[in-house]
């Protein structure tokens, strides 16, 4: 079955840029999700299709892909940044939802 | 505004079965493919099955072994996921999820049930 790769955190200083990394096996042939889970709260999607935003996300959440990678890119971070983020996939050979292990995201 | 609420978590014994409820509103719900995914208390996101609009075609996590059936009842808006032989590793906050009209992510989320399996 497919496997997405995630570090298990990732800090970045306030008003910088976070870089999220998720790898995969060709996931340049897939569209990859993200997802942020504030504490207490269930997921809500911030990209779709690999760099498309939902409606009332902000502009600052935007994804790209290069080689095995996709990596979700939050611009000038702030404190109500700090949360968990996950990558998704769907698995059109097995029919499956594949979501990576999650990055905590830190704000220093 | 969609909204999904979840019922039906209690705290069972394991070997026992339980049936999730999710009830929708606020979308056209026969137009929509609906997921369950959980989440195990401090861990990642674990999905567990889907359904499509009409319910014709239901997909599966491997590692339930047969254990899950997910249904719907478009007429009543609602979503379920019956669970049977539940073990301590069923234990989680169950989500019900909305999915797109096109696209294989996942749109909407509720606010989570809670099941806890005890030995």
């Known amino acids: 079955s497919y496997v997405l790769t995630q570090p298990p955190s990732v800090s970045v200083a306030p008003g910088q840029t976070a870089r999220i990394p998720c790898g995969g096996n060709?996931?340049?042939?897939?569209?990859v999700h993200w997802y942020q889970q504030m504490p207490g709260q269930p997921p809500a999607l911030v990209v779709y299709?690999?760099?498309d935003q939902p409606s009332g996300i902000r502009e600052r959440f935007s994804g790209s892909k290069s080689g095995n990678t996709a990596t979700l890119i939050i611009t000038t971070v702030g404190a109500g940044d700090e949360a968990d983020y996950y990558c998704?996939?769907?698995?059109?050979?097995?029919?499956?939802?594949?979501f990576g292990p999650g990055t905590k995201v830190t704000v220093l | 505004q969609v909204r999904l609420v979840e019922s039906g978590g209690a705290v069972v014994p394991p070997g026992r079965s339980l049936r999730l409820t999710c009830a929708a509103s606020?979308?056209?719900?026969?137009?929509?493919?609906m997921h369950w995914v959980r989440q195990a208390p401090g861990k990642g996101l674990d999905w567990v099955a889907f359904?499509?609009?009409?319910?014709?075609?239901?997909y599966y996590s491997d590692s339930l072994k047969g254990r899950f059936t997910i249904s719907r009842d478009n007429a009543k808006k609602t979503l379920h996921l019956q669970m049977n032989s539940l073990t301590t590793e069923d234990t989680a906050v169950y989500y019900c999820?909305?999915?797109?009209?096109?696209?294989?992510?996942?749109?909407?989320w509720g606010l989570g049930t809670l099941v806890t399996v005890f030995s």
């Open positions: 999820v909305q999915g797109p009209i096109h696209g294989k992510w996942l749109d909407s």
């Open positions: 299709d690999d760099g």
């Open positions: 359904i499509s609009s009409n319910g014709d075609d239901k």
């Open positions: 606020g979308l056209t719900f026969s137009a929509y493919g």
């Open positions: 060709n996931i340049r042939r897939k569209n």
């Open positions: 998704q996939v769907w698995d059109g050979i097995n029919e499956h939802c594949v």
